[in-house]
């Protein structure tokens, strides 16, 4: 293929496509450049393999470390385990990316994101998801394209196309919107507690642009002498198709129509139909067309019975409204909540459920040094200290299947509910310690990871934590039949896998701080998804109102097992003294009072220990290490040890200076044993400090109003 160049440009920011430079033999390739970010993104197609009755497309980006110029660590010196951020991309490129596909393709696909070489501007996320479209338009895939996506921040007033990580991380949007030329197709944001309205003109805003780089992929298309790929479904026998339809048809229409019946009660009538169909195919003459076309393809049943259930759901909500458990569009299912569930060795703990969806949160307290190292050799000494993990045990659906680490889908939708609740998160002056939030979804019929959202803020409110507001959320769904759309608030199982849309908003009373829109059609206009956002809000404020009777503050005290925190600030230059050679000095500190301590680079000091005791000790002695003295302070101390020319003495924590016996009294002093004794207490005023920084006491000339003072101090400090 001969190689062609092509620059598009928004707002003086320009996105590069090279095609034909590299990968010569995958199916579809293209180098997406912005700024001194490159990304290598491929498109190949494998025929399919037997028994296949999905679509196996497989989504993979992947960093090099040579990309930022840096060479990774370890005995290896190879990249290892990604970290998750590579995890939430590769999702972020699959999710607008697998609609656009034909539903019959079979075929094996795998897109692969390959980030070459990354600044410190350009985030490669968005260039990834507009390469994928554009290598699999080369690649001649069946493709209802083209697709591309834009990041939307805002950095005072106004929006801007594809901020820097700069811009975006001062501003409060971070909003990436994909489309097609049908319209919207995926919404991923975070926002700070932002109204509807802006979120929707963002929205706007960037579909924009998305459709000026679509414009910009049909004509490279069309420069490359290519068509965009639009084949016909294979021609399928409907035998067997319609034996099933003329037997299930109006049982499972008869079902679906009985609004009493709960998820469990549904479930197990529809599968006696399907048994009973099964049944009776298996009795069928083993030469019957039926039951050879039923023995070829094992899964015909589940499939048209899927589709029959699909119709009549669908059929229901557009011509009469309802729901397949009776209730309104825009009708939250039964909402309730509990806090302190758990005993408080758990800090906090939140139970949230709505109708079968049930979803334990939990939080934990921990202390700086807890802080999460994102282990990401791109972006260097990055931490975490709000962590929200996402747990789906197959016990939640009534299923056995073996456990394994969280997949995508968990740290997906843990990623979305953290990004949901740190805009209300106290700051780090105002509550030193790092939050770990677990959700555990106990049972799931829909709308887990917004359940996720509303139990961690009641787990936050139980633990302790002094939240801004709270966050609620609700997931809409959407039937669209032709020209008739329908949106649905707080969809259910059945309304997930057999609508066209799930789309998440979390927020407060106030406004917005996350939401996430994925399709199965498309793509979506922006009335539509005007009225989404609209319903959502609703909803929202509903739940939110459950949510408050249960728990309306934060509890003004933390568990009495998490640990107690102490800040205190030190002169940077005084760091290596508290830690000492080889760490001796803070070791011993550490070993004597039983308290933890965290020094960060600007001289922060945290000190932490379940018994508040030991945290306060700990403090003192590094206050008293740290203090600066002047001549003629006055201190209370014990004499630690006695030498024939004086007596030392401890004044401070870490603070030791020595009386010459010319000072111990204001009469001539034969021995010092004979004025003092180890472990006396004394008062002292600092008389000097040399050059070589040693303290010279004495106990002349205090008035007694400052020896009064003095014990008071040191009773305080104990």
Known sequence: MAEVDKSISFDGRD???????????????????????????????????EGIDFLPLTVDYEERLYAAGRIPGGIMRREGRPPEKTILTSRLIDRPLRPLFPSWLRDDLQIIALTLSM????????????????????????????????????????????????????GDLDLVVAGSPHGVIMVEAGANQLPERDILEAIDFGYEAVRDLIKAQQDLIAELGLVIVQEAPPEVDQTLENYIRDRASSQIKKILSQFHFTKPQRDAALDVVKDEIATTIIELPP??????AATANSKALGN???????????????????????????EVRPV????????????????FNRELTQVLSTCTLGTPGDAQNLNDDM????????????????????????????????????????????????????????????????????STSMGSVCGSTLALMDAGVPILKPVSGAAMGLIKEGDEVRVLTDIQGIEDFLGDMDFKVAGTDVGITALQMDMKISGLSLDVIAQAVHQAKSARLHILEKMLACIDQARPETSPYAPRLLTIKIDSDMIG??????????????????????????????????????????????????????EGDVYAGRITRIIPIGAFVEF????????????????????????????????????????????????LGIHPDQAVAAREAAAVNR
């Open 652 to 699: 401070l924590p870490g603070k030791e200076g020595m009386i010459h016996i010319s000072q111990l009294a204001d009469y001539r002093v034969g021995k010092v044993e004979d004025e003092v004794a180890v472990g006396d207490e004394v008062i002292i005023k600092v008389r000097e400090i040399d050059n070589k920084g040693r303290i010279n006491l004495t106990r």
């Open 15 to 49: 996105i590069r496509l090279k095609v034909g430079l590299l990968a010569p033999q995958a199916g579809g390739s293209v180098l997406i450049e912005s700024g001194d970010t490159s990304v290598l993104v491929t498109a190949t197609r494998s025929q399919a393999r």
């Open 119 to 170: 600044d410190e501007l350009v985030p490669p996320d968005v260039l990834a998801v507009t390469g994928a479209s554009i290598a699999t338009l080369i690649a001649q895939i069946p493709f209802n394209g083209p697709m591309a996506a834009v990041r939307v921040g805002l950095v005072g007033d106004d929006f801007i196309i594809n901020p820097t990580y700069a811009e975006t991380e001062a």
């Open 379 to 446: 972006q260097l000494d990055q931490h975490k200290r709000y962590l929200h993990h996402y747990n789906f045990p197959p016990f939640s659906v009534g299923e056995t299947k073996p456990m394994r680490a969280p997949g995508r889908r968990e740290i997906g939708h843990g990623a979305l509910a953290e990004r949901a609740i740190i805009p209300v998160l106290p700051s780090k002056e105002d509550f030193p310690y790092v939050i770990r939030i677990v959700s555990e979804v106990l049972s799931s019929n829909g």
């Open 577 to 630: 003294l508290v830690i000492g050679p080889g760490g001796k000095t803070i070791k011993g500190i550490t070993e004597e009072t039983g308290a933890k301590i965290d020094i960060e680079d600007d001289g922060t000091v945290t000190i932490s220990a379940v018994d508040e005791g030991k945290a306060k000790k700990a403090r003192n002695i590094i206050q008293g290490m740290t203090r600066k003295l002047h």
């Open 336 to 351: 309730s909540c509990l806090v302190g569930v758990l005993p408080k060795r758990v800090h906090g703990s939140g139970l």
């Open 304 to 330: 048209t019975f899927k589709d029959i259930t699909k119709y009549f759901m669908r059929r229901q909500i557009i011509e009469d409204n309802v729901r397949v458990d009776g209730r309104k569009l825009d």
């Open 287 to 292: 030469e019957d067309p039926i039951r050879v």
